[in-house]
């Protein structure tokens, strides 16, 4: 089975703070990388993506880092607030529209006022 | 503007018992999908369907079969649900087209299926 390894598995910052999540893939095949935000009680949604032909990508707060040598990719929230708490999921697909989400088992983060 | 809609935010089944769970997305979208997200595992894709009347097995198929007749609508069914299934499962869409792996899932709240 295909894998996206994620860590930490809960991650409690300050506000204020840099939140870091990291994960890694074995499959060389995959060619897109998203990253999901989770609130209780409510369904994933798409935060940020990122496809392997760039090494970064930041929309606002959220800047997905990529290291392609290391099959590797990572989440940092810049000032990380009170709101952003909640379950963040790395995933992996190729590009194929045929392709299915493997998703990281999440990391669960607590923004401390 | 709820995109995906799933029937039930919370089940309760006997074990045994028949389940039925509800997708509708209104998006017009050839892809759909059924998850099971359950604590420490994160999300594991039962089926999927690439458009009408198709339907692929994902990563953890058994004790599941679904059901796509028409283009919005996609149905997981438990046929003798099992405690073992007590989980919250979300359902999925997304448009198919070139490039089609990088559109973005919509997910529905998800149903929480509690078997006793």
């Known amino acids: 089975q295909q894998q996206v390894k994620q860590s930490p598995q809960s991650l409690i910052v300050q506000k204020g703070g840099i939140s870091i999540i990291n994960c890694a893939y074995e499959?060389?095949?995959?060619?897109?990388f998203p990253w999901y935000q989770q609130f209780p009680g409510k369904g994933p949604a798409l935060l940020i993506a990122?496809?392997?032909?760039?090494s970064e990508k930041k929309e606002g707060r959220f800047t997905i880092s990529f290291n392609k040598s290391a099959k590797q990719f990572s989440l940092h929230i810049m000032d990380s607030q009170p709101g952003d708490s909640a379950t963040y999921f790395c995933a992996a697909s190729s590009y194929s529209g045929y392709s299915t989400l493997t998703f990281g088992k999440g990391t669960m983060l607590l923004v401390s006022p | 503007d709820v995109k995906v809609t799933q029937s039930s935010r919370y089940l309760v089944k006997r074990t045994g018992e028949k389940v039925f769970l509800e997708c509708v997305q209104d998006m017009d979208h050839e892809n759909m999908f059924w998850y099971r997200q359950d604590p420490g595992l994160g999300l594991r894709l039962i089926y999927f369907s690439y458009d009408v009347k198709m339907k692929e097995k994902g990563d953890i198929p058994e004790g599941y079969s679904v059901s796509r007749e028409k283009k919005e609508r996609f149905s997981l069914i438990l046929e003798s649900a099992s405690t073992n299934q007590t989980s919250m499962y979300l359902c999925a869409s997304r448009r198919f087209g070139t490039g089609g792996g990088s559109y973005g899932y919509t997910f529905g709240s998800g149903t929480r299926l509690t078997v006793v």
């Open positions: 990122i496809r392997p032909d760039v």
């Open positions: 499959n060389t095949a995959f060619d897109y």
